[in-house]
């Protein structure tokens, strides 16, 4: 069926099962179906803090529980989400089986489910980046050999397993969204550990690397409307605006009322600390706060182009500053800044006039 899905009956509400519902994306996620109307069932495998007091179901487990295909009977929609992200060598083995394994076991679950449709959650990472810079959309893919570090290469054979789904005749979207900013970046993700180092004055400098960034919001948005209007076997990026680094920082300090860094450190600097810190000290017990592949994919301008999402699922665009102002406020709410001096507002009120 190439477009979204008839209502399982008419005026019913519609029911998800969302795997990594505690996480960044998936918590807004499921704020976005609840929102929508939607009843959820959300997979956890702890208390799920960033789900407190929504009215959802909680159901305990992991991607690999024999039940799995019990509790999501029902359901008109499986969202998986669930992902593991580490760009240590030493995670590589856990990387493949919770990244490619899981999802193999998700996709096996909804289809003994009878689910009508899934919705994968793959990541640009699987897609890779054009060698001149420019931006990738969903028709380009690097070969996976040159996918710097196993968290790209297990996204690449994970996004594998969903279109082995689909050809076999399972009912797969698979949406790849960019560099998510916004509320609810509990754990933090690399992303939301740049914006609270930044916040608690620990980011000196800057390196010459660049991503796509949008509203964690509108990347939770672009699931359902995945669901809605997408086709079955496309993937779709969920993006919205590529900056660079120092671009990215430049707005953070407005949001944040603090200065942005202006030193750019040559590359060979973070990959002699990154290596020092992986190779070396690690092996007498320091657990180093760099890993060399973090370094190596800062060599890469990691640009994207969302038009396809915008223009087939209606992907909402809102300004990524507001994001970033969201993503301060909420760090400082919830006691990640040690140490900072003024407020978002105090940005909000700088930029306001210009979103």
Not at 6 to 22: D, E, R
Not at 243 to 259: D, H, I, K
Not at 270 to 293: H, I, K, N, Q, T
Not at 306 to 325: C, E, M, W, Y
Request: aromatic share 8%; proline share 6%.
């Amino acid at each position: 069926m190439p477009f979204g899905l008839p209502p399982n009956q008419a005026g019913a509400m519609k029911v998800a099962f969302v795997t990594g519902a505690s996480g960044f994306v998936g918590a807004n996620l499921v704020r976005e179906l609840l929102d929508r109307g939607w009843r959820v069932r959300a997979l956890v495998r702890g208390d799920a803090p960033s789900l407190a007091g929504l009215d959802v179901e909680l159901v305990r487990g992991d991607l690999f529980a024999p039940a799995l295909a019990d509790a999501m009977r029902g359901c008109d929609a499986v969202f998986h989400v669930a992902a593991t992200y580490s760009l240590w060598r030493r995670d590589r083995d856990l990387l493949m089986r919770a990244n490619v394994e899981g999802t193999r076991s998700v996709l096996a679950a909804a289809r003994a489910a009878g689910i009508p449709r899934t919705v994968h959650t793959s990541s640009v990472a699987a897609i890779g980046v054009r060698p001149n810079g420019a931006p990738a959309d969903e028709s380009y893919q690097s070969p996976p050999e040159s996918l710097i570090g196993a968290y790209k290469r297990s996204k690449y054979f994970a996004e594998a397993e969903a279109r082995r789904a689909f050809e076999a005749g399972q009912d797969v979207v698979i949406v790849n969204p960019t560099t998510p900013v916004g509320p609810w970046d509990a754990k933090p993700t690399p992303t939301g550990e740049i914006v609270v180092r930044f916040l608690n004055g620990r980011m000196p400098a800057y390196v010459d690397t660049g991503l796509n960034v949008a509203d964690v919001r509108d990347v939770a948005a672009g699931h359902v409307l995945a669901y809605e209007r997408g086709v079955a076997g496309e993937r779709y990026i969920l993006g919205n605006e590529n900056l660079t680094l120092r671009a990215l920082l430049e707005r953070l300090a407005a949001a944040a009322g603090r200065p942005a860094p202006r030193i750019r450190l040559p590359r060979a600097i973070p990959l002699a600390y990154a290596m020092l810190g992986e190779y070396v000290l690690a092996r007498v017990g320091v657990v180093p706060d760099v890993s060399v592949e973090s370094v190596r994919m800062a060599k890469q301008r990691m640009f994207y182009s969302a038009q396809k999402a915008v223009r087939d699922l209606g992907l909402p665009q809102s300004p990524v500053t507001r994001a970033l102002l969201d993503a301060v406020t909420w760090f400082r709410d919830h006691g990640y800044v040690a140490r900072d001096s003024r407020h978002a507002e105090d940005g909000w009120r700088s930029l306001s006039s210009k979103l």
